[in-house]
């Protein structure tokens, strides 16, 4: 759990500090700058959310390494208060609170309801997992193996989707890129039809 945390962290000051969004569905040059924006808020929204609650609920695991950036440690701030309250069940639906509040700052269309866009989010636990098990030499089969025991809900962590995602962590001959593959998985989904990313689900 200690290296677990350390991976959590570092990830955290990756997101808080480069912002960068290197996705295959960006939209076109002249929106491109509001993606950017968005993503980088609902990921970091997504990061907090689950170091948090990861942590049990330790304030300090997230706080600190925000590097006093006043925005972030605001947006902490507040998704602390609403995880204590019990109104958030898993950070894929901070994420999708965030994205969807900047999108309607920035007039930049989603394209999906909230219930997908958190679904989306939730689903690149996948991702952070399956890297983690691979950057600690697990191989594929009990990486697998591993992240479906941890990941019980079938819904929300289809088998065959577990199996695919593991084909993109494992198949690069160097350890891929955490962030990328997060929001691609994220994004490929919320591009998805409603009924095709429910479909996705069974």
């Not at 960068?20 to 960006?26: E, K």
């Not at 924006?37 to 959310?49: E, P, T, Y």
């Amino acid at each position: 759990m200690a290296c677990l945390r350390a991976v959590l962290l570092m990830w955290a000051i990756a997101v808080a500090a480069t912002a960068q969004a290197q996705t295959a569905s960006q939209p076109s040059n002249a929106s491109r700058e509001s993606f950017r924006i968005c993503d980088a808020k609902a990921f970091l929204a997504l990061n907090i959310a689950r170091n948090y609650m990861m942590t049990g609920r330790d304030r300090q695991a997230v706080i600190p390494h925000l590097k006093s950036d006043a925005a972030a440690e605001a947006m902490a701030e507040a998704i602390f208060r609403r995880i204590d309250a019990n109104e958030i069940r898993h950070p894929g639906e901070i994420a999708a609170d965030a994205l969807l509040e900047c999108a309607a700052q920035q007039k930049m269309p989603v394209g999906a309801p909230r219930q997908q866009v958190a679904l989306c989010f939730t689903r690149t636990d996948i991702v952070f997992f399956l890297h983690f098990e691979r950057s600690n030499h697990v191989v594929r089969q009990n990486a697998v193996s591993k992240v479906q025991v941890r990941l019980t809900s079938r819904e929300l962590y289809p088998p065959a989707l577990i199996s695919t995602i593991a084909e993109a962590v494992y198949a690069p001959p160097e350890l891929p890129d955490l962030r990328q593959l997060m929001g691609s998985v994220a994004w490929t989904c919320i591009n998805r039809p409603a009924s095709a990313a429910s479909a996705a689900s069974r």
